[in-house]
């Protein structure tokens, strides 16, 4: 799924700088990624509350 793997490149990038995890929240980021822990599979679940955390 896309949002899986979109959520997959923000986890990335939150890891590679707090810079980078300040972007994806003022970017709006936290909202799609709340949703996809609801509505998503299960893989899409797990990337989107690993990049949460990571935030």
């Known amino acids: 799924e896309d949002r899986s793997e979109a959520a997959a490149c923000l986890v990335s990038l939150a890891l590679q700088s707090d810079r980078y995890g300040k ?5 709006g980021g936290v909202g799609p990624l709340l949703k996809l822990m609801k509505e998503g ?6 990337n989107a509350a690993r990049a949460i955390g990571l935030l």
Request: no cysteine; glycine share 18%; charged share 25%.
């Open 41 to 46: 599979n299960i893989e899409g679940q797990k």
């Open 23 to 27: 972007i994806i929240i003022g970017e």
